[in-house]
């Protein structure tokens, strides 16, 4: 019996409706930009860099194709970590950086737990109301 050990990786779909999933992350590299292209449901996708262990990957032709879906959730949880440079369209995966090869990574448990606990952080700010005083 071998005592070969994979490890899990993941990357998270975010829609413009707030709707998140979490997607398997395939071990074989070559299968990522088909992985991606089907989450996000283009063509061609583009990638922003958000730290060297998180990327955000969109539709490239978003923007151009007058989209009308803009993935506020996304650009939230893009925001959590530095500031955007432009609104986001459409679905958008989140996903780990790259290995020495250049190879995208997928996310791990504790990467997802991380996404997700600042999104519910957000919202909860989002949601907090002001205490009023009455005199």
Do not use: F
């Given at each position: 019996?071998?005592?070969?050990?994979?490890?899990?990786?993941?990357?998270?779909?975010?829609?413009?409706?707030?709707f998140f999933q979490l997607l398997d992350w395939p071990?074989?590299?070559?299968?990522s930009l088909d992985t991606l292209r089907t989450a996000i449901e283009?063509?061609?996708?583009?990638v922003a860099d958000i730290t060297a262990d998180l990327s955000m990957w969109i539709d490239d032709e978003g923007m151009l194709i007058d989209n009308p879906n803009e993935n506020v959730p996304a650009f939230r949880l893009f925001a959590c970590y530095?500031?955007?440079?432009?609104?986001y369209f459409g679905n958008a995966v989140f996903t780990g950086g790259t290995d020495a090869d250049g190879d995208t990574v997928g996310l791990t448990e504790d990467a997802v737990l991380d996404l997700l606990l600042n999104h519910l952080r957000f919202l909860t700010e989002l949601l907090r109301?002001?205490?009023?005083?009455?005199k």
């Open positions: 019996m071998s005592n070969t050990s994979t490890t899990t990786a993941y990357a998270l779909l975010v829609r413009p409706d707030g071990s074989d590299p070559t299968k283009c063509d061609v996708v583009d530095r500031t955007p440079c432009q609104r109301v002001p205490t009023q005083r009455t």
